[in-house]
């Protein structure tokens, strides 16, 4: 999907054929269809192959068998594979090869009903009204819907935790095209299909042997910093600017060997994004032998933020995600990237997350995530499948996403930018803003606006790490309307509420 550009701005090309969201294609092709689309610029695999000798001329081609050389202090050993996740998932792996199978696994009795036909229709339909950037992701989920209950109910039955390997390829797909990660289809020992984002940060942050040092931003994601500490890590909150960029004296100076950096970006609940600062920190983690656990789920909610207005503009986007994509190529071997279909395909109930990371750090993740679920969702991983390869293919529903995230976030500003938390860097990402509450502690502010007024908000001292002053809305709570009648509503009560 989005691939890397040349420093002209048009998207590399070598060899005889390049590659198109996977799929190889003359150069001819490629850049016609580039041109249609900028978002092709942001191209898809670099995987680009000399035909005439069957030589490669991007080590992406070679599947990205590195030897792991790094002894990963920071990590727990690799352990065990849960026995009854590991019995699942070798039956799985026999069907889908087409081989016999006798299975003896596991209680899993959704399987004595998923031969058998128990509807005799289903019939779902795409309506007409649907936003066109938005309908490949609603094909993809009525794909999923049906294929998982017809024409038998697969979906009623237990499927390995960790994903199967064919989903699993289109995680690693989804890797290598939009973070630049040199992985193949078949490295499904470095990523995992897990239950929603919030499932994949736990297993990760888990993953890390107790007693290291965790370096976390000042502002973070809030339930990331109970994890770090309820599993025996040292946390070390790092000092973050007025301008909400992080301090990176204060991060040189709190770095240890061996030690890990949890930080998402664009941030939670900050909004900050900044390309430079992420590559200073995961270059200065890979130089300390040590890792950068990178949440990014709002990769592609991402718009800017020019004073008072706030828009989409899919050529910074364009360049954003080439710079990242270069960091995922270089630094990946320190790298663990979580990720979901969450935010850019408003699919957040359907509870699809991912992660990637090296083989060791995937094997402690399969063992948490294995001995505590005994299945996957099954509905949610065959919806999801469907819908993350819609995506890959038709990469359009984030722009509608950011459309609307710059229209309401554009609306905030002008009605309560004195009370707003904002990036001073001209970029806004994520999906919250944090709005001051002044000298008063957030807790009993954010009590009394829902007590006086029914006004929702997230108390933020979880996110600083301590006493805050802030609080946290979403850009997203409030359903879409083509007039946003709901959100600016929304914004007058709390508004009239501040004043």
């Not at 490629?30 to 995987?47: K, W």
């Not at 996957?376 to 995230?405: H, K, M, N, Q």
Request: some cysteine; aromatic content about 8%; proline content about 6%.
């Amino acid at each position: 999907m989005l691939a890397p550009t040349s420093a002209t701005g048009k998207p590399r090309i070598q060899g005889t054929r390049a590659a198109l969201y996977g799929k190889e294609v003359e150069p001819a092709i490629f850049e016609e269809q580039a041109q249609a689309n900028p978002l092709h610029q942001l191209e898809t695999s670099p995987i680009i192959r000399q035909e005439e000798d069957g030589q490669c001329d991007s080590h992406f081609a070679v599947h990205n068998r590195e030897v792991e050389i790094m002894s990963q202090d920071y990590l727990l050993p690799s352990p065990p594979a849960p026995a009854i996740r590991e019995a699942m998932a070798k039956a799985v792996q026999r069907k889908d090869k087409g081989l016999d199978v006798y299975d003896f696994s596991s209680g899993n009795i959704g399987n004595l009903m998923v031969s058998q036909q128990i509807f005799s229709t289903m019939d779902v339909r795409v309506a007409d009204s649907v936003i066109p950037e938005l309908r490949p992701i609603v094909e993809g989920l009525r794909d999923g819907i049906v294929s998982a209950y017809y024409p038998t109910p697969k979906g009623v039955a237990y499927s390995p935790t960790g994903g199967t390997n064919p989903i699993r390829a289109l995680v690693a797909r989804y890797f290598r095209e939009l973070h630049g990660i040199p992985i193949a289809d078949e490295d499904a020992n470095k990523v995992i299909v897990t239950a929603g984002g919030q499932q994949a940060m736990t297993a990760a942050l888990r993953s890390i042997k107790p007693g290291t040092r965790v370096l976390i931003p000042q502002w973070e994601y809030g339930p990331a910093s109970g994890i770090i500490r309820s599993h025996g890590c040292e946390e070390v909150r790092v000092a973050m600017t007025d301008e909400l960029a992080i301090d990176m004296d204060d991060f040189r100076r709190k770095v240890v060997p061996n030690s890990v950096c949890y930080v998402s970006m664009p941030n939670n609940p900050t909004g900050y994004m900044s390309v430079e600062q992420l590559r200073d920190i995961v270059k200065i983690m890979s130089d300390a032998d040590g890792a950068v656990v990178w949440d990014a789920p709002y990769l592609l909610t991402l718009v800017r933020l020019d004073g008072a207005k706030a828009t989409f503009d899919g050529k910074m986007l364009q360049e954003t995600l080439n710079a990242l994509r270069e960091i995922g190529e270089e630094f990946h071997p320190n790298l663990c990237v979580l990720s979901s279909l969450s935010k850019s395909c408003l699919i957040a109930g359907l509870r699809l997350g991912f992660a990637y990371g090296s083989t060791q750090w995937v094997d402690n993740m399969e063992a948490i995530v294995g001995r505590e679920n005994l299945s996957s969702p099954t509905p949610s991983f065959i919806a999801g499948a469907e819908v993350l390869r819609r995506f890959l293919d038709e990469p359009r529903s984030y722009e509608w996403v950011c459309r609307v995230l710059a229209n309401r976030l554009s609306i905030l500003v002008e009605e309560m930018g004195d009370h707003l938390i904002l990036p001073k860097n001209g970029l806004f990402g994520a999906l919250y803003v944090l709005v001051s509450t002044g000298d008063q502690p957030c807790k009993p502010f954010a009590d009394r606006l829902i007590e006086e007024s029914g006004i929702v908000t997230v108390p933020c001292n979880q996110f600083y790490g301590g006493e805050a002053h802030a609080i946290r809305l979403s850009l997203v709570s409030v359903p879409w309307t083509e007039g946003e009648e709901g959100w600016k509503a929304s914004v007058q009560a709390i508004k009239s509420a501040m004043q």
